[in-house]
């Protein structure tokens, strides 16, 4: 019995002995897979150590690294742990693609990096610089160089949230806007993505970041990344620094500018984006005194990050450190090691991404490129993923798909198309004005290459990079919104360039005139004549030689208008207005008058440029601020 109870015994108490073996095996494998990071109840900072403390170097390399959609599958985000993708302009997975098919692939690359040992998620970026408007069906807005006419920073900010609410129905949390360029020279083909020459009105103007990413509550801290939840995305101020203001207006060239000359005109955007909490700067093509800004550890990190105390990330422009040596990529390596002890955390690479990451592999490995750089570059990119919560939401659902294109969005685009019209002349003289037209006539000719084109419309930076003529997304022409707008017993023809005995024989009461810039961007819109598109003038000519004419130049920037001016009884400058042409209707017939004031100044001859408000030699064809005004024709009435 003695043994017996015994040998019982001590099979209990090897039972036991294993039981608790297993509990604190179990305990500690719990304890094991606590991860901090993971963890939203937890501070930034712990968070953002935590990981940090667990990645390997080619974990922290592969999140300074965003590739193009083209180049991207899950098994390359899998084996690079990419830490971002971009779509860049034209870059989109199928023509007219829906919401749900852009939110299915942003999703695809996010399960892929989700997958990975610490699952971080990847960010997704995208160039909606007027809405989102790589996309089909989506609200184009109007380019900045209209906006900044507004002069109405609460509008530009509903804009902004717009925006978001746009990209994020197509899944993508991350938009490279505003452009806060100070744009000095209309030469430049990038004009169009500047509010004005003005750098009071950019400052104004970034009211669009509040829009985007949400805005900055009172408690939070200063100069500090802020993103407000699913709603809102990650804003981009760009480019730093200068970019505007290169000599003759050349993409990608060299300003030549004082240091108390960048910081009076090119730098104070950027303080006011940084307090209004922008996620991330992207750097300039462009150059500071001959130093490309790609490669200006001084500016980058001296200034902006260390002075300027800005602690989201700084990404660098597509192939932007390509172009650090000239010419491009001939020595890549050293192109790798500049920009990135420039300060440069992000790097859009876009392709040829296998070779960055050997590179800077290599560079890291020989210590020519310290560890806390890189340390320093990849917490950024950490900080703002944490901060937008896209470790607790990384994947992209279809609760805003019917936010695309909205009927409310297209309404606000509409009132931004109204309030960024700028009437130049109204009537061959001041005692009979042209402007507001008469809704109820007998015959009205439409005519012009911008007067029935929704690409025309909208410029570069529309469904393709460089834009596209012709009816390319979901819009309202010209032509479709005065037939909306006209009394029924009105007939309107369209003739886009008719001759001049056309006109004549037609007997039309008035005519409406659309001409302009075609669709560029970047250094394809470099002009050293900046005239409208051929046969522009010739149509002007053959219509408002023969009949009373209201003239609507569309263009990115003043062009060309003298000798011509003489031959017009009204001239609006409707810049680039985007999908919503019915807010030209509305104020061509005065549901609504002409408030826009000029942000840029037109100039007579381009021998005259650079030419900007304040200067000596400023002899303008209408000043900056110019802009004549309409009554409505309700109050007009009323009167």
Known sequence: ????????????????????????????????????????????????????????????????????????????????????????????????????????????????????????????????????????????????????????????????????????????????????????????????????????????????????????????????????????????????????????????????????????????????????????????????????????????????????????FVISDMWGIDRITTPSRVNYTYSVQAGILAGIDMVMVPETYVEFIDDLTLLVKKNVIPMSRIDDAVRRILRVKFIMGLFENPMADLSFVDQLGSQEHRELAREAVRKSLVLLKNGKNSEEPLLPLPKRTRKILVAGSHANDIGNQCGGWTIEWKGLSGNITVGTTIFDAVKNTVDPLTEVVFNENPNAEFVKSENFDFAIVAIGELPYVETWGDSKTLTVAEPGYSTLTNVCESVKCVVIIMSGRPVVIEPYLEKIDALVAAWLPGTEGQGIADVLFGDYGFTGKLARTWFRRVDQLPMNVGDPHYDPLFPFGFGLETAPRELKAAQ
């Open 1 to 312: 019995m003695v043994s017996g109870f015994k040998s019982g015994m001590g099979r209990f108490s090897i039972h036991v002995v294993v039981e608790l073996v297993l509990l604190c095996f179990l305990a500690g494998a719990i304890e094991a897979e606590y991860r901090r990071y993971k963890d939203p109840k937890q501070s930034l900072n712990v968070r953002i150590n935590d990981l940090l403390s667990r990645m390997t170097l080619e974990e922290k390399i592969g999140q300074m690294t965003q590739i193009e959609r083209k180049v991207t599958t899950g098994d390359v985000m899998k084996k690079y742990f990419i830490g971002s993708v971009v779509s860049g302009g034209g870059s989109w997975p199928a023509p007219r693609a829906s919401a749900e098919t852009w939110i299915n692939m942003v999703n695809e690359f996010q399960e892929a990096a989700l997958s990975t040992r610490l699952g971080i998620p990847m960010i997704y970026g995208i160039d909606a610089v007027h809405g989102q408007n790589n996309v089909y069906n989506a609200t184009i807005f109007p380019h900045n160089v209209g906006l900044g006419v507004t002069r109405d920073p609460e509008l530009v900010k509903k804009i902004g949230a717009a925006t978001a609410l746009e990209v994020r129905a197509t899944g993508i949390p991350y938009a490279f806007a505003p452009c806060i360029a100070v744009c000095r020279d209309p030469r430049w083909g990038r004009c169009f993505e500047s509010y004005s020459e003005d750098h009071k009105i950019v400052q104004s103007m970034t009211d669009i970041i509040p829009g985007l990413q949400g805005d900055v509550p009172a408690d939070y801290p200063r100069n500090f990344p802020f993103v407000n939840g699913r709603t809102k995305v990650a804003g981009c101020a760009k480019h730093f620094v200068g970019d505007g203001g290169t000599i003759n207006g050349i993409n990608e060239n060299n300003t030549i500018i004082d240091w108390n000359g960048l910081l009076s005109i090119h730098m104070p955007a950027y303080l006011d984006s940084i307090r209004k909490g922008v996620a991330t700067v992207m750097v300039s093509y462009s150059s500071w005194n001959g130093k490309k800004m790609h490669a200006n550890r001084e500016l980058i990190t001296g200034y902006l990050k260390k002075k300027l105390k800005f602690k989201g």
